[in-house]
């Protein structure tokens, strides 16, 4: 049985959809589009939080950190929030910008630049299983 995702009658693969957001990722990320939600990254053992707007389904095609977080439904019931906790919130931004875009090249000359730098790119991408089958 093929895995994707099922629209309709059509069986969409999932690296259909995550060829799909890294042509458009640059355009999208961090906006308030019409599937977004809105995700606060706090860093283990400290008060520091980011905001972010996200798009659930594909975080969750490249996590498995993410795709239990959204199965799960962790909203605050209050404000409609999903918060999760990262190693490094320093560098959350990058991993966020390589998952929308699939530009590794990116974090790579980023993470060679400063050795606290390349850890938390690592420890975050550890910490959140993401598919890394090329990085």
């Not at 995550?18 to 977004?36: E, F, P, S, Y």
Request: aromatic share 14%; charged share 25%; with cysteine.
């Amino acid at each position: 049985m093929e895995e994707g995702i099922q629209i309709k009658d059509e069986m969409i693969s999932y690296d259909y959809f995550i060829q799909n957001l890294h042509r458009v990722g640059g355009k999208i990320i961090n906006k308030k589009t019409k599937d977004v939600i809105l995700l606060r990254v706090c860093e283990i053992g400290n008060d520091n939080f980011q905001e972010f707007w996200v798009h659930p389904m594909y975080l969750s095609l490249q996590s498995f950190q993410f795709f239990k977080l959204f199965d799960e439904g962790n909203y605050n019931n209050e404000n409609g929030i999903i918060e999760i906790e990262v190693p490094s919130l320093e560098t959350f931004p990058l991993i966020l910008y390589w998952l929308y875009t699939g530009n590794q090249d990116k974090v790579l000359e980023i993470g060679k630049l400063d050795e606290t730098l390349c850890n938390g790119i690592m420890d975050n991408i550890l910490y959140l299983d993401i598919n890394i089958p090329t990085f």
